[in-house]
């Protein structure tokens, strides 16, 4: 490694994976640093959930590898990928809506602490100051007492991003986090991500449809289609890149500047 760039959070070499003779992953390599906000994108079937799965265990690849700080991870179990400092946020909200917000991320914290629900009323007392500091970053704290099943649709993907954050990742990998948001919530759940990505010093790895999202917002953009990596570079280059173009524009999926 060169100079004074800061050793990558997370590094994947030739991933590779077939679902019998569909080819997801064709050698995809990438790497994201600390305080890092990387988008993956690609059209339609390109990889970008097999390439998530593969990172977080949930799915073994064929060939390749995953690293975290430096450390072989590949194949390891969810849950032990998780304890390493591997969070992750899906694009349908997994939140508990009988409990109130500030019970939901108390039970994170409870459950990344690894600790077993006999312990609860004891656990419960113990994580409320470090739940109420979770809600104060993602600006949720003035919701902490209502039940989740009251809260409106960004304020579930902010508590639930609050949740992520509880295991204290270092990584975070988030599956198009503002699905289903107008253009306005999109832009202030975007602005809150990289907020965080720089306070926590924390690499955010996430997919998205949403272009004037990734555009507006990402560090850096990685675009696969058909399993391969067809570009990996700024959101100029991106969007000026030929092959990209040819990704969106000459399949059937998308346009490059589409919104949802
Ligand atoms: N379990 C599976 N069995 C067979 N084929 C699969 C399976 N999962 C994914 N595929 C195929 O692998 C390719 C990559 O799929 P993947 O879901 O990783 O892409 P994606 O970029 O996340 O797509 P999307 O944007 O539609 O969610 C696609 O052709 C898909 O149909």
Redesign the pocket.
Known sequence: MSGNAPAPVLEVSALTKH??G?R?LDGVSFAIAPGELLALI?P???????CFNIINGQLRPDAGEVRLHGRAITGLAPRRIARLGVGRTFQVATVFGSMTALENVQMALIAAQGRVFRLWAPARRMAREAALALLEQTGTAALAERPAAALAYGDVKRLELAMALAGDPSLLLMDEPTAGMSAEERQAMIALVRRLTRSRGLAVLFTEHAMDVVFGHADRVVV?ARGRLIANGSVEAVQGDPAVREAYLGGVSASISETP
């Open positions: 679902y019998g569909v997801a690609g339609n079937g390109a990889g970008k959930s097999s696969l």
